[in-house]
């Protein structure tokens, strides 16, 4: 491993973020390393170089190629992996080719992530379901709390229950195996939504037991943006459609959601180097070191702060919610022009969303952050409160 550079500052070279700017915020876009970008745009000259023969000959293969290569990852084969733009598509193929009759229940929460939460709303106003959305605890102590909370809203009526594997405003890892265990006891079907666990958490998709499960690989596995998967359990393979039906109808998974027309999926054909990029590290070494960074980082912020954070390092990932001091507001337009002033006055590049009665931040580390950065927000918080005093 003497080739790869050391976390922090000499990581940051690998990637193309600009220089001067403080980025906490891996987990909403991810950020590509050169050399995949790089990957990607050959693709993308390989088309363009001659797009009939591409398209006829080298698409379909390449995309069974990585979707193969990713399945290595997940503990599955790779017939059973479909590749998709992004985790929200997924859930509207899984959403859309399920039938719902009047009664039916989905269950969700209200950590949901909104473009889900939309789409279940849609669904339900066609076909009569009902949305169950139950309240999960936060700041989270125990993986119990999150199940316990989950589990009350099911029922004999839930049809659909959909389940964050990370969630996104709160960055809770949840006990998924248990989730997926207490819904099926109720003769419930389940949709993993997995859009920040892939390299972030080590995934064997068939121990989880759900019945279709989706996750980004733009985010902690590297790939450019619009590269993600759909998983489907073989029970429930042959009636799952994506949400464009094309020349692949009738013909299979793979091959219905291979083909949807004509695009660009230079982003999935640059997956295995991407993966490739995250081997050169060490997955579980990288995993670790990002887990570590954020859980000390939480900790030096809650104790500037005098506040909390939202999770403890066993619902922690690559991302940790640290609540603000008080003073900066409650609302999610107060949580906003924060956002807006710690990007255009200091740039540093952090979420910030109104949770339980205050304001988060919700910090992601990748192998390019160090202390610095933490410093700096903890500095440009406590320097905004004063300038509001």
Partial sequence: MSDVPAFGTPARRLFQLEDGSIYLNHGSYG??????????????DRLEAEPSRFMEREFRPGLRVAASRLAEWIGV??????????????????LRSMSFRPGDEILINDQTYNAVKNTVRWIAARTGAVVVQVDLPFPAYSADSLLSAFAAGLSGRTRLAVIDHVT?????????ERMVAAARQVGAATLVDG?????????????????????????????????????????VRADLHPTVISHGYGQG?????????????????????????????????????????????????????????????????????????????????????LRRRLLDERRIQVPINA??????????????????DIDALAEAILTERRNSA
């Fill in 168 to 176: 996104s405003p709160t960055a809770l890892v949840m006990p998924v």
């Fill in 31 to 44: 950020a590509t390393p050169r050399d995949v970008t790089a990957v990607q745009r050959h693709w993308q």
């Fill in 253 to 337: 998974f793979v091959t219905e959601f291979d083909w949807v027309g004509t695009r660009d999926a230079s982003a999935h054909f640059a997956l295995p180097d991407a993966l490739g990029f995250l081997e050169r590290f060490g997955p579980e070494r990288v995993r670790d070191r990002n887990h570590r960074f954020v859980v000390d980082a939480g900790r030096r912020l809650a104790d500037t702060w005098g506040t909390e954070t939202g999770a403890p390092p066993a619902l922690t990932g690559s991302m940790i919610t640290v609540r603000l001091p008080d003073g900066f507001g409650s609302s999610q337009a107060d949580a906003i022009e």
């Fill in 77 to 94: 084969e790779g017939r059973a992996v479909a590749l998709v733009e992004n985790a929200t598509q997924a859930v509207n193929a899984v």
């Fill in 195 to 235: 859009a920040h666990a892939p390299g972030m958490i080590p995934l064997d998709l068939p121990s989880i037991g759900a019945d279709w499960y989706t996750g980004n690989c733009h985010k902690w596995m590297f790939a450019p943006k619009g590269c993600a998967f759909l998983w489907a359990s073989e029970e």
């Fill in 355 to 372: 949770l339980a009665g205050g304001l988060w931040a919700r910090v992601s580390g990748q192998i390019y952050n160090d202390d610095s």
